[in-house]
């Protein structure tokens, strides 16, 4: 293995490659890379997904996570990383109670979230419904 190798090695963990990424890129065995890691103390950083959902780090911080046996897998170290995950990532959730509407004030299509009663698209448009108009 060259130096040049050795190098590109030390890089490529320090992006969070895997050693079978790192080991087709330079075409040398994936377990003489993982050797050479072993050997030199090289364990990458975490930044794939894969890595960040096996649960042993949080999916915010990357803070490594304790697990208490018996107890489920937790993905966050605390609830200010998990609304900051959440809030950072609203394409991840999984809505399924959603609804289709038209607004009775404005006649606007709207989508409602786990709410199968609605009848307005705002609360603009509920006041509007609600004004009695003295003529």
């Known amino acids: 293995m ?8 030390r890089e490529m963990r ?27 103390g090289i364990s990458g950083v975490v930044t794939n997904a894969a890595a960040l959902l096996d649960g042993s780090f949080c999916r915010q911080c990357n803070k490594s996570l304790t697990r208490t046996a018996g107890a489920k897998m937790k993905k966050f ?3 200010k990383c998990r609304m900051a995950w959440w809030n950072a ?3 991840s959730v999984n809505r399924k109670a959603i609804y289709t509407f038209v607004c009775q004030a404005c ?15 705002s609360r603009t448009c509920y006041g509007k419904s609600k004004v009695v108009r003295h003529e």
């Open 2 to 9: 060259t130096n040049q190798q050795k190098e590109k090695i």
């Open 14 to 40: 320090e992006k969070g490659l895997s050693y079978a990424n790192i080991s087709s890129d330079l075409g040398i065995s994936e377990n003489t890379v993982k050797s050479y890691c072993r050997r030199n």
């Open 77 to 79: 170290c605390s609830d």
């Open 89 to 91: 990532h609203p394409e």
């Open 107 to 121: 006649g606007k299509e709207f989508e409602s979230y786990g709410n199968k009663q609605r009848k307005y698209c």
